[in-house]
């Protein structure tokens, strides 16, 4: 142990054993730092959801919720709510009014408030009080509607409730499939007084529950087997398709940055090991002599590695947390929601990188130095080349390992891997045409320019394994920049400020020259009306659904349920036409639907509306963007099958903050009127994309920091052979200048290269990150093309001649002695 630690203090004070300690610290505290931000942007977005969710799960069911459900709940200290909702009539006076009503346990909501004013059409304090019992609180719509006060009491059945406030915003109110009524908010200990539920009512039952992650996935373990037809288990990012595609998008991003770091860190670790068995030739070969045994030598090698691990994993990890402190910070003053605090049992991520990077990086290089003969080190033009496909496999496969440890799946891994192998071949391909193309045009070299291409082929291995580092922190970094400006470009287009968040329902042909009046008074921007009428698929080609379908089992969501049924003249906003003839006198059918079906053009649905059988051939398919918030549907029939059926029309509206009190007035004019707001979901969306887009940014300049730092270490793996080559160049009667021009030209050379290939990999894993990861249509990144070898040539050339400016500033005898 004491020779070990002897050697530790040589190794320490000459630099080698520094190098390695500082990738090792750099590979620790870049994937820890991300690592825990990424945890606490990934906990912020629980919440958001989970705020509007009112609690971190739900059970939702159409029967009572089972006491056993509640009694394994409160076995595993999980906070319970309950809420019971319902569609009733509400009198007042003289008044009624069908009304949508939740009946709330005395601690509801668990997450999240309710917004509520003792103003009739206020903006509302936040509250996580319920009513108590004997009390009610109405929205301002309901109450214009029953023209009612706060301290009138109105009639749920038979029970007499008093009104206490006004209702602006219920959580959780946007889970019920009823809640485009008036909405009402009462105790649940008033509901068996008001004798409305009875059997054959239309109730859902929801169980709330609040707790820590591990407890909430142990309970559902518990419960998902025993759920039924009509209950369903309920997670926040489940609030919604939107929601939970947005959520999923923002997690699938932040994975990619930390796969980055991990796969940087990699590549930091692989530098350094090798810059370390190369200084250590000399030493081996000595002791060797000396009489040290392989396996002296290997218990001093583990002994140094163990150490470096555990000094560099403990600095690691304290840099890793304060920089993702620091990143907190901050994002804090960007948005108005704090991040909640890092789980620390994420710490072990970080101390897993560097055991893995140890273990793969650097001691199959270690054996491979411990092996080496004295005699063949001892020589001046020794090498250590044996195996060296295998060594590069075995780094191969540990990063893969640690991004499929880190992403918890191999989809994303496998996209990484498949490209950075692509441009691994890519690279050495272009880099030793170009290299072999560089040495046949500078025979003779005599200017800056051509020995600096001469120097690109005399030292071909080292330029192309250079070349593949230089085009791999490039690309990762055009892959970062390229998420930044069209994907949160893209979801920002898709959800603009102006987005519709209201939709109008159960509106007659009657009433919509009077509604549009209004709103154009209002300034309210609304899109077309659509008719609806329902109707039920029952048939396929004259096979039944239930024929197709026994037991209802795998049943397409397209036959399952009744449809809302339109026609149009044209296809509208946010569809477009995949193949047929959209105005043919026959079906227009969605995309996605059609597919989970196994429908195509020709065939034949026969559909029940209102008790009368009509048979239609599909001769249009077209794809929805469900997220446009514009009035969508599943079918869309010829005019002429449906105008001669009762409709009721529908409208999405944008309606902001200051005209939002002016609508509601003017819509109490209209009481059989029913009314969606969907505009706090649309604030979760935009949150959470605020949000993203300020993370990326400060993981970006994290990355490309520890980007920095590999390329430093890169370009200080070659140092030695470049001061060797720069001092005899001088020696030779060359002037500063021309050293210059050289080191210039052949850095510039390699950037460029590097650039142009990191430019065609960025824009392959683009096109699959769009496609498999966020689901989106992929585009051309034009801009990637002109940065890449412009980022390449200038990143490069300044580190390379900034990492080499000794041999233009020693004697060039000094600088021979010291090699």
């Given at each position: 142990m004491s020779f070990t630690f002897r050697l530790m203090l040589r190794d320490i004070r000459s630099g080698?054993?520094?190098?390695?300690?500082?990738?090792?610290?750099?590979?620790?505290?870049?994937?820890?730092?991300?690592?825990?931000?990424?945890?606490?942007?990934?906990?912020?977005?629980?919440?958001?959801?989970?705020?509007?969710?009112?609690?971190?799960?739900?059970?939702?069911?159409?029967?009572?919720?089972?006491?056993?459900?509640?009694?394994?709940?409160?076995?595993?200290?999980?906070?319970?709510?309950?809420?019971?909702?319902?569609?009733?009539?509400?009198?007042?006076?003289?008044?009624?009014?069908?009304?949508?009503?939740?009946?709330?346990?005395?601690?509801?909501?668990?997450?999240?408030?309710?917004?509520?004013?003792?103003?009739?059409?206020?903006?509302?304090?936040?509250?996580?009080?319920?009513?108590?019992?004997?009390?009610?609180?109405?929205?301002?719509?309901?109450?214009?509607?029953l023209n009612i006060d706060i301290g009138d009491e109105v009639e749920v059945g038979e029970a007499k409730l008093t009104v206490s406030r006004y209702l602006v915003r219920d959580p959780g109110s946007s889970t019920s499939a009823f809640a485009i009524s008036p909405r009402a908010v009462m105790n649940i200990e008033d509901l068996a007084a008001t004798?409305?539920?009875?059997?054959?009512?239309?109730?859902?039952?929801?169980?709330?529950?609040?707790?820590?992650?591990?407890?909430?996935?142990?309970?559902?373990?518990?419960?998902?087997?025993?759920?039924?037809d009509g209950q369903r288990w309920q997670t926040p990012a489940q609030r919604g398709e939107r929601i939970g595609d947005t959520i999923g998008r923002a997690e699938s991003f932040l994975l990619l940055a930390g796969t980055l770091a991990v796969v940087?860190?990699?590549?930091?670790?692989?530098?350094?090991?090798?810059r370390f068995v190369k200084r250590h030739l000399m030493q081996v070969a000595i002791l060797k002599t000396l009489g040290a045994t392989p396996k002296l030598l290997t218990r001093v090698f583990a002994q140094q590695l163990f150490a470096l691990l555990i000094v560099g994993a403990l600095i690691g990890l304290g840099i890793g947390w304060g920089i993702q402190e620091i990143i907190a910070s901050l994002l804090s003053s960007l948005v108005s929601s704090s991040?909640?605090?890092?789980?620390?049992?994420?710490?072990?991520?970080?101390?897993?990188?560097?055991?893995?990077?140890?273990?793969?990086?650097?001691l199959p290089l270690?054996?491979?130095?411990?092996?080496?003969?004295?005699?063949?080190v001892l020589q001046p033009n020794a090498k250590i080349e044996q195996n060296t496909v295998f060594v590069y496999l075995i780094g191969?496969?540990?990063?893969?390992?640690?991004?499929?440890?880190?992403?918890?799946?191999?989809?994303?891994?496998?996209?990484?891997?498949?490209?950075?192998?692509?441009?691994?071949?890519?690279?050495?391909?272009?880099?030793?045409?170009?290299?072999?193309?560089?040495?046949?045009?500078?025979?003779?070299?005599?200017?800056?320019?051509?020995?600096?291409?001469?120097?690109?082929?005399?030292?071909?291995?080292?330029?192309?394994?250079?070349?593949?580092?230089f085009t791999l922190i490039i690309?990762?970094?055009?892959?970062?920049?390229?998420?930044?400006?069209?994907?949160?470009?893209?979801?920002?287009?898709?959800?603009?400020?102006d987005a519709p968040n209201h939709y109008l329902f159960n509106v007659q042909a009657s009433q919509i020259e009077q509604i549009n009046d209004e709103t154009t008074k209002l300034n309210i921007q609304k899109s077309d009306w659509f008719p609806m009428v329902r109707g039920r698929v029952t048939a396929v080609n004259e096979d039944t659904v239930q024929d197709l379908y026994p037991e209802e089992r795998g049943e397409p969501e397209l036959f399952e349920r009744e449809l809302n049924l339109t026609w149009s003249d044209t296809i509208g906003e946010g569809n477009e036409l995949v193949s047929g003839d959209f105005s043919a006198e026959g079906l227009s059918v969605e995309q996605e639907s059609a597919k989970e079906a196994k429908l195509s053009l020709g065939d034949e649905l026969t559909i029940n509306i209102g008790g009368n059988i009509?048979?239609?051939?599909?001769?249009?398919?077209?794809?929805?963007?469900?997220?446009?918030?514009?009035?969508?549907?599943?079918?869309?029939?010829?005019?002429?099958?449906?105008?001669?059926?009762?409709?009721?029309?529908?409208?999405?509206?944008?309606?902001?903050?200051?005209?939002?009190?002016?609508?509601?007035?003017?819509?109490?004019?209209?009481?059989?009127?029913?009314?969606?707001?969907?505009?706090?979901?649309?604030?979760?969306?935009?949150?959470?994309?605020?949000?993203?887009?300020?993370?990326?940014?400060?993981?970006?300049?994290?990355?490309?920091?520890?980007?920095a730092l590999v390329l430093l270490a890169s370009v200080r793996s070659t140092l030695e052979e470049r001061l060797e080559e720069g001092a005899l160049l001088r020696v030779l009667g060359a002037k500063s200048s021309l050293v210059r021009q050289a080191l210039f030209v052949e850095f510039g050379a390699l950037g460029f290269f590097s650039g142009l290939i990191a430019a065609i990999g960025a824009e392959g894993c683009l096109y699959g990150l769009q496609v498999f990861i966020f689901n989106t249509e992929p585009s051309f990144h034009l801009s990637l093309w002109l940065f890449g070898p412009l980022i390449g040539v200038c990143v490069i050339s300044t580190i390379g001649i900034f990492a080499s400016r000794t041999v233009l500033k020693v004697p060039p005898m000094l600088l021979l002695r010291g090699l």
């Amino acid at each position: 142990m004491s020779f070990t630690f002897r050697l530790m203090l040589r190794d320490i004070r000459s630099g080698d054993l520094i190098t390695l300690l500082m990738a090792l610290i750099i590979s620790v505290s870049t994937v820890t730092s991300i690592g825990l931000f990424i945890d606490r942007l990934q906990l912020s977005f629980e919440q958001e959801s989970a705020n509007l969710l009112a609690a971190d799960r739900l059970i939702r069911s159409d029967e009572l919720i089972s006491d056993d459900w509640k009694l394994e709940a409160q076995n595993l200290s999980l906070e319970q709510a309950e809420r019971t909702s319902f569609t009733t009539m509400m009198f007042a006076k003289d008044s009624l009014q069908l009304s949508q009503i939740s009946a709330v346990s005395n601690n509801y909501p668990l997450r999240g408030a309710y917004l509520v004013d003792d103003t009739l059409f206020g903006t509302g304090q936040s509250t996580t009080d319920s009513p108590k019992q004997g009390e009610v609180w109405v929205s301002s719509r309901l109450a214009s509607l029953l023209n009612i006060d706060i301290g009138d009491e109105v009639e749920v059945g038979e029970a007499k409730l008093t009104v206490s406030r006004y209702l602006v915003r219920d959580p959780g109110s946007s889970t019920s499939a009823f809640a485009i009524s008036p909405r009402a908010v009462m105790n649940i200990e008033d509901l068996a007084a008001t004798n409305v539920i009875i059997p054959g009512s239309r109730v859902r039952y929801s169980l709330l529950l609040a707790g820590g992650r591990d407890t909430l996935a142990e309970y559902e373990a518990w419960v998902k087997p025993q759920l039924e037809d009509g209950q369903r288990w309920q997670t926040p990012a489940q609030r919604g398709e939107r929601i939970g595609d947005t959520i999923g998008r923002a997690e699938s991003f932040l994975l990619l940055a930390g796969t980055l770091a991990v796969v940087m860190s990699g590549v930091a670790m692989a530098l350094a090991s090798a810059r370390f068995v190369k200084r250590h030739l000399m030493q081996v070969a000595i002791l060797k002599t000396l009489g040290a045994t392989p396996k002296l030598l290997t218990r001093v090698f583990a002994q140094q590695l163990f150490a470096l691990l555990i000094v560099g994993a403990l600095i690691g990890l304290g840099i890793g947390w304060g920089i993702q402190e620091i990143i907190a910070s901050l994002l804090s003053s960007l948005v108005s929601s704090s991040l909640p605090e890092p789980s620390v049992d994420r710490l072990w991520l970080g101390a897993a990188t560097g055991f893995i990077s140890m273990l793969v990086f650097c001691l199959p290089l270690m054996m491979r130095l411990i092996k080496i003969s004295p005699l063949s080190v001892l020589q001046p033009n020794a090498k250590i080349e044996q195996n060296t496909v295998f060594v590069y496999l075995i780094g191969f496969v540990g990063m893969y390992g640690l991004m499929c440890l880190y992403t918890n799946g191999f989809l994303l891994p496998s996209i990484m891997t498949v490209v950075i192998a692509g441009i691994s071949l890519l690279v050495a391909g272009i880099g030793w045409l170009a290299f072999r193309l560089g040495r046949s045009l500078t025979s003779g070299a005599t200017s800056g320019w051509q020995i600096g291409l001469a120097s690109l082929y005399r030292r071909l291995v080292p330029n192309l394994f250079q070349l593949l580092v230089f085009t791999l922190i490039i690309m990762l970094t055009l892959i970062l920049i390229g998420i930044k400006s069209s994907l949160i470009a893209d979801w920002q287009q898709q959800l603009p400020e102006d987005a519709p968040n209201h939709y109008l329902f159960n509106v007659q042909a009657s009433q919509i020259e009077q509604i549009n009046d209004e709103t154009t008074k209002l300034n309210i921007q609304k899109s077309d009306w659509f008719p609806m009428v329902r109707g039920r698929v029952t048939a396929v080609n004259e096979d039944t659904v239930q024929d197709l379908y026994p037991e209802e089992r795998g049943e397409p969501e397209l036959f399952e349920r009744e449809l809302n049924l339109t026609w149009s003249d044209t296809i509208g906003e946010g569809n477009e036409l995949v193949s047929g003839d959209f105005s043919a006198e026959g079906l227009s059918v969605e995309q996605e639907s059609a597919k989970e079906a196994k429908l195509s053009l020709g065939d034949e649905l026969t559909i029940n509306i209102g008790g009368n059988i009509v048979t239609l051939p599909i001769t249009s398919i077209r794809t929805v963007d469900w997220g446009s918030m514009q009035p969508n549907f599943y079918l869309i029939l010829p005019k002429s099958v449906l105008e001669d059926y009762p409709a009721n029309f529908v409208s999405s509206l944008f309606i902001s903050d200051d005209s939002a009190q002016p609508f509601y007035r003017v819509m109490s004019k209209f009481p059989t009127v029913s009314i969606l707001n969907v505009g706090d979901i649309l604030k979760q969306i935009q949150t959470i994309i605020g949000q993203l887009s300020q993370a990326i940014q400060l993981v970006l300049l994290c990355i490309l920091s520890a980007g920095a730092l590999v390329l430093l270490a890169s370009v200080r793996s070659t140092l030695e052979e470049r001061l060797e080559e720069g001092a005899l160049l001088r020696v030779l009667g060359a002037k500063s200048s021309l050293v210059r021009q050289a080191l210039f030209v052949e850095f510039g050379a390699l950037g460029f290269f590097s650039g142009l290939i990191a430019a065609i990999g960025a824009e392959g894993c683009l096109y699959g990150l769009q496609v498999f990861i966020f689901n989106t249509e992929p585009s051309f990144h034009l801009s990637l093309w002109l940065f890449g070898p412009l980022i390449g040539v200038c990143v490069i050339s300044t580190i390379g001649i900034f990492a080499s400016r000794t041999v233009l500033k020693v004697p060039p005898m000094l600088l021979l002695r010291g090699l």
